[in-house]
């Protein structure tokens, strides 16, 4: 009888953590992806407009403002927004690599509770948000909570890293994974694993626990910045799938 008990609770316990790392995480992604894609477009969506507001045109009196200047392309502005309170949703993350719909929300803040249990990529708080000069860090799970970063290891050398936010996309590469100890947090400095060094350029680290079901143990995916498109010039190419081999 005690033996058919034992027997009963390991097949239980079994399907729960089955359950838990493929059907529970394939529902949640699912949700994410579609939470996401929503936020994602409506940045990119016009907003209605008022056909009864007069523009400038309409008005003989208006004139141009003396800070009308035109743009040089060639010389494009990065946006950096400042760092939103805490639990904020500010970005949409993309990794072709991972496939067309992989995309989930950014908060600000990597606390377990109320962001990366909620299937949430988590912004590490006082590190370089998108575009600034630093180093801009994120966490979320490799299982449970839709896994975000489940395929974390699967990331070839030149794979985009993209985020998108209200102002446009900005387009990382990856360089490389590291395996640290839970207690190394020099990867959260302005120059990943460099310390007292300045930065002078703008990088990107993702975060989560290797392997999976580990917390003492962590793997690092360390990218570069390439550029940043617009909200207004549409999606950048970098948002294309990948081919099968490493980038340029």
């Known amino acids: 009888m005690l033996g058919e008990v034992l027997i ?5 316990a079994l399907l729960y953590v089955s359950w838990q790392m493929w059907i529970g995480d394939a529902i949640i992604g699912a949700e994410k992806h579609a939470e996401a894609s929503a936020l994602s477009q409506s940045w990119t969506t016009p907003a209605p407009t008022d ?3 007069p523009s400038p045109t309409d008005d003989p009196a208006a004139t141009p403002s003396a800070t009308d200047e035109p743009t040089d392309p060639a010389n494009t502005v990065i946006p950096v927004s400042t760092q939103p309170a805490h639990g904020t949703q500010f970005g949409v993350m993309f990794i072709p690599r991972f496939g067309s719909d992989w995309q989930f929300t950014i908060a600000a803040g990597t606390s377990r509770k109320d962001i990366l249990d909620q299937g949430e990529i988590g912004h590490y708080k006082d590190t370089a948000m998108p575009g600034e000069i630093g180093n801009t860090v994120y966490a979320a799970h490799r299982w ?4 975000p970063f489940d395929p974390i290891d699967q990331l070839v050398i030149g794979d985009a890293i993209v985020i998108q936010t209200a102002d446009g996309w900005y387009t990382y590469r990856f360089r490389t994974l ?3 100890q839970d207690t190394q947090v020099e990867v959260l400095l302005p120059v990943p694993q460099q310390v007292g060094v300045a930065a002078d350029g703008r990088y990107l680290t993702l975060t989560s626990c290797a392997p999976k ?3 003492l ?4 995916a360390y990218a570069v910045f390439e550029d940043f498109t617009p909200t ?3 999606p950048p190419a970098s948002l294309d799938a990948p081919t099968q081999g490493a980038s340029a």
Do not use: K
């Open 232 to 234: 207004a010039d549409g």
């Open 178 to 180: 590291e395996y640290v």
């Open 8 to 12: 009963t609770l390991g097949v239980v």
């Open 217 to 220: 143990e962590r793997i690092i």
């Open 51 to 53: 056909d009864t507001t």
């Open 144 to 147: 449970t909570s839709g896994a």
């Open 213 to 215: 079901l580990n917390m």
